[in-house]
Nanobody, 119 residues
């Protein structure tokens, strides 16, 4: 089992910045991709950014140029630097980790951290 704990959420004004962090604990063997998803009220959870163990990244079009994902493989942490925040970024942000064991991929999720961007 893998446990994920997010931190760094909060309230920020439009145009401001926040840095989210996620730490993995428990059985961290063979964690491959890690990433961030978000869910706004009344909407489905959507991808924000992902990063593989070799640092290949993928971003949602809505956050490209504003958000940066990074990870520390040794510490099993993943961060999301969010700049130029907009009210549309308001959501609960969830950390995700994929663990590959044999041919099976297990997906783990954190409890989420609230990000609120005021206008």
């Amino acid at each position: 089992q893998v446990q994920l704990v997010e931190s760094g959420g909060g309230l920020v004004q439009s145009g401001g910045s926040l840095r989210l962090s996620c730490a993995a604990s428990g059985n961290r063997f063979s964690i491959s991709a890690m990433g961030w998803f978000r869910q706004a009220p009344g909407k489905q959870r959507e991808l924000v950014a992902t990063i593989t163990s070799d640092a290949s990244t993928n971003y949602a079009d809505s956050v490209k140029g504003r958000f940066t994902i990074s990870r520390d493989n040794a510490k099993n942490t993943v961060d999301l630097q969010m700049n130029s925040l907009k009210p549309e970024d308001t959501a609960v942000y969830y950390c995700n980790a994929d663990q590959v064991i044999g041919i099976v991929t297990y997906k783990y999720w954190g409890q989420g951290t609230q990000v609120t961007v005021s206008s």
